[in-house]
Protein backbone atom coordinates (compact mmCIF):
# COMPACT_ATOMS: atom_id res chain seq x y z
CA UNK A 1 0.00 0.00 0.00
CA UNK A 2 3.12 2.41 0.52
CA UNK A 3 4.75 4.10 -2.41
CA UNK A 4 8.31 4.87 -1.79
CA UNK A 5 7.74 7.75 -3.48
CA UNK A 6 5.39 9.22 -1.47
CA UNK A 7 6.78 7.88 1.49
CA UNK A 8 9.93 10.07 0.72
CA UNK A 9 7.44 13.42 0.09
CA UNK A 10 5.87 12.95 3.23
CA UNK A 11 9.23 12.15 4.92
CA UNK A 12 10.46 15.11 3.74
CA UNK A 13 7.63 17.54 5.22
CA UNK A 14 7.71 15.92 8.34
CA UNK A 15 11.42 16.29 8.83
CA UNK A 16 10.71 20.36 8.52
CA UNK A 17 9.29 20.57 11.73
CA UNK A 18 6.82 18.41 14.24
CA UNK A 19 3.69 19.52 15.95
CA UNK A 20 3.83 19.70 20.03
CA UNK A 21 0.54 18.67 21.90
CA UNK A 22 -1.78 21.18 22.89
CA UNK A 23 -0.72 22.26 26.56
CA UNK A 24 -3.22 21.07 29.35
CA UNK A 25 -5.23 18.35 27.10
CA UNK A 26 -2.68 16.02 25.96
CA UNK A 27 -0.81 13.76 27.25
CA UNK A 28 -2.87 12.67 30.07
CA UNK A 29 -0.43 13.25 33.63
CA UNK A 30 -0.26 10.25 35.83
CA UNK A 31 -2.79 9.58 37.75
CA UNK A 32 -5.13 11.88 35.39
CA UNK A 33 -9.00 10.07 34.40
CA UNK A 34 -8.04 8.60 30.55
CA UNK A 35 -10.62 7.69 27.89
CA UNK A 36 -9.07 5.09 25.35
CA UNK A 37 -9.48 6.05 21.50
CA UNK A 38 -8.70 4.16 18.30
CA UNK A 39 -7.60 5.03 14.98
CA UNK A 40 -8.08 2.24 11.96
CA UNK A 41 -6.24 2.77 8.33
CA UNK A 42 -6.17 0.37 6.10
CA UNK A 43 -3.25 2.31 3.94
CA UNK A 44 -6.19 4.25 2.07
CA UNK A 45 -8.85 5.38 4.18
CA UNK A 46 -8.77 6.13 8.01
CA UNK A 47 -11.59 5.53 10.73
CA UNK A 48 -12.02 7.23 14.29
CA UNK A 49 -13.47 4.80 17.17
CA UNK A 50 -14.52 7.00 20.24
CA UNK A 51 -16.36 5.88 23.24
CA UNK A 52 -19.58 7.74 23.98
CA UNK A 53 -19.41 8.50 27.72
CA UNK A 54 -22.36 11.34 27.26
CA UNK A 55 -24.23 7.81 26.77
CA UNK A 56 -22.30 5.09 28.01
CA UNK A 57 -25.17 2.93 27.13
CA UNK A 58 -24.80 3.15 23.14
CA UNK A 59 -20.74 2.36 23.62
CA UNK A 60 -18.79 3.73 21.19
CA UNK A 61 -19.15 5.55 17.83
CA UNK A 62 -17.38 4.90 14.39
CA UNK A 63 -17.18 8.15 12.82
CA UNK A 64 -14.94 8.74 9.03
CA UNK A 65 -15.38 11.09 6.33
CA UNK A 66 -15.45 10.41 2.88
CA UNK A 67 -16.61 11.61 -0.93
CA UNK A 68 -20.01 11.34 -0.62
CA UNK A 69 -20.65 8.62 -3.97
CA UNK A 70 -17.55 6.88 -3.37
CA UNK A 71 -17.62 6.08 -0.26
CA UNK A 72 -21.40 4.68 -0.32
CA UNK A 73 -21.44 2.74 -3.21
CA UNK A 74 -21.31 -0.94 -3.20
CA UNK A 75 -18.25 -1.05 -5.73
CA UNK A 76 -15.79 1.10 -6.77
CA UNK A 77 -14.19 2.02 -9.89
CA UNK A 78 -11.40 4.14 -10.97
CA UNK A 79 -13.81 6.45 -12.55
CA UNK A 80 -14.77 7.66 -9.12
CA UNK A 81 -11.14 8.36 -7.83
CA UNK A 82 -10.18 11.10 -10.30
CA UNK A 83 -13.52 13.36 -10.33
CA UNK A 84 -13.28 12.92 -5.96
CA UNK A 85 -9.37 13.70 -6.23
CA UNK A 86 -8.84 16.21 -8.77
CA UNK A 87 -11.63 18.87 -7.67
CA UNK A 88 -14.41 19.32 -4.81
CA UNK A 89 -17.22 17.07 -4.86
CA UNK A 90 -19.54 16.36 -1.85
CA UNK A 91 -18.84 14.61 1.53
CA UNK A 92 -19.99 13.09 4.07
CA UNK A 93 -19.51 12.02 7.40
CA UNK A 94 -19.89 8.54 8.57
CA UNK A 95 -20.91 7.90 11.82
CA UNK A 96 -21.97 4.08 13.12
CA UNK A 97 -22.78 2.84 16.63
CA UNK A 98 -21.10 0.10 17.32
CA UNK A 99 -21.24 -2.58 20.98
CA UNK A 100 -17.42 -3.17 21.78
CA UNK A 101 -14.29 -2.80 19.75
CA UNK A 102 -13.80 -6.66 19.61
CA UNK A 103 -13.91 -6.43 15.84
CA UNK A 104 -11.20 -3.69 15.48
CA UNK A 105 -8.96 -5.27 17.83
CA UNK A 106 -9.06 -8.35 15.67
CA UNK A 107 -8.51 -7.11 12.48
CA UNK A 108 -6.24 -8.54 10.21
CA UNK A 109 -2.72 -6.62 11.28
CA UNK A 110 -1.68 -7.30 6.88
CA UNK A 111 -4.86 -5.20 6.31
CA UNK A 112 -5.02 -2.93 8.75
CA UNK A 113 -3.11 -0.79 10.99
CA UNK A 114 -4.37 0.26 14.54
CA UNK A 115 -3.23 2.65 16.66
CA UNK A 116 -4.07 2.25 20.53
CA UNK A 117 -4.26 5.66 22.20
CA UNK A 118 -5.46 7.85 25.73
CA UNK A 119 -6.76 11.28 25.77
CA UNK A 120 -7.87 13.08 28.44
CA UNK A 121 -11.10 13.77 29.66
CA UNK A 122 -11.19 17.41 28.63
CA UNK A 123 -9.86 16.23 25.08
CA UNK A 124 -12.74 13.76 24.71
CA UNK A 125 -15.22 16.23 24.83
CA UNK A 126 -13.54 18.37 23.03
CA UNK A 127 -13.08 15.69 20.28
CA UNK A 128 -16.40 14.50 20.47
CA UNK A 129 -17.89 18.21 19.93
CA UNK A 130 -16.01 18.83 17.01
CA UNK A 131 -16.96 15.58 15.15
CA UNK A 132 -20.74 16.72 15.81
CA UNK A 133 -19.94 20.13 14.52
CA UNK A 134 -18.62 18.32 11.62
CA UNK A 135 -22.04 17.25 10.25
CA UNK A 136 -24.13 20.18 8.86
CA UNK A 137 -27.25 18.83 11.49
CA UNK A 138 -28.44 15.75 13.25
CA UNK A 139 -30.39 14.71 10.66
CA UNK A 140 -28.68 11.83 8.55
CA UNK A 141 -29.26 12.32 4.70
CA UNK A 142 -29.11 8.14 4.20
CA UNK A 143 -28.67 5.22 6.45
CA UNK A 144 -29.79 4.07 9.51
CA UNK A 145 -29.61 5.29 13.24
CA UNK A 146 -27.25 2.60 13.80
CA UNK A 147 -25.31 3.34 10.31
CA UNK A 148 -26.00 6.83 8.89
CA UNK A 149 -24.16 9.20 6.07
CA UNK A 150 -24.48 13.24 7.27
CA UNK A 151 -23.83 16.07 5.13
CA UNK A 152 -21.12 17.75 5.78
CA UNK A 153 -20.00 22.08 4.95
CA UNK A 154 -16.86 20.72 3.67
CA UNK A 155 -15.97 19.39 0.18
CA UNK A 156 -13.85 16.00 -0.87
CA UNK A 157 -10.48 16.64 -2.64
CA UNK A 158 -7.30 15.85 -2.59
CA UNK A 159 -6.08 18.38 0.38
CA UNK A 160 -9.52 17.74 1.79
CA UNK A 161 -9.45 13.80 2.35
CA UNK A 162 -10.67 11.43 5.44
CA UNK A 163 -6.71 11.81 6.71
CA UNK A 164 -6.89 15.32 6.86
CA UNK A 165 -9.88 14.72 8.77
CA UNK A 166 -9.17 12.23 11.38
CA UNK A 167 -5.82 14.66 11.99
CA UNK A 168 -8.04 17.66 12.53
CA UNK A 169 -10.32 15.70 15.11
CA UNK A 170 -7.32 14.05 17.09
CA UNK A 171 -5.75 17.49 16.98
CA UNK A 172 -8.98 18.94 18.86
CA UNK A 173 -8.25 16.72 21.57
CA UNK A 174 -4.87 18.02 22.18
CA UNK A 175 -2.72 14.97 19.94
CA UNK A 176 0.93 16.20 18.66
CA UNK A 177 -0.66 16.09 15.28
CA UNK A 178 -0.91 18.11 11.89
CA UNK A 179 -3.20 17.83 9.15
CA UNK A 180 -0.88 19.72 6.58
CA UNK A 181 1.07 16.20 7.13
CA UNK A 182 -1.61 13.89 6.20
CA UNK A 183 -1.28 14.73 2.62
CA UNK A 184 -0.39 10.87 2.15
CA UNK A 185 -0.57 8.08 4.29
CA UNK A 186 2.57 7.79 5.47
CA UNK A 187 2.34 11.24 6.50
CA UNK A 188 -0.16 10.15 8.83
CA UNK A 189 0.75 7.14 10.22
CA UNK A 190 4.34 8.42 10.52
CA UNK A 191 2.47 11.03 13.20
CA UNK A 192 0.57 7.97 14.79
CA UNK A 193 3.38 6.12 15.36
CA UNK A 194 5.03 9.12 17.15
CA UNK A 195 1.78 9.38 19.52
CA UNK A 196 1.52 5.81 20.47
CA UNK A 197 5.43 5.76 21.39
CA UNK A 198 5.15 9.33 23.07
CA UNK A 199 8.08 9.61 25.18
CA UNK A 200 8.09 13.45 25.15
CA UNK A 201 9.67 14.66 22.42
Do not use: K
Request: proline residues 7%.
Amino acid sequence: MRRAPAAAACLALLAAGCAAPVDGLWPPADGEPRVPIRVLSNGWHSLLFVPDLVDPERGWREWSFGEWEWYRAEETTVGMVFPAMLWPTRATVHVVEIESLEFVESAPPDVFTIWRFDVTRAGHERLLAWLRASRRGDTPSAGSERSAWFDTDRSYHLFGHCNHWTAEALREAGLPIWSAYALCHTGLAWQLDRVENWDGG
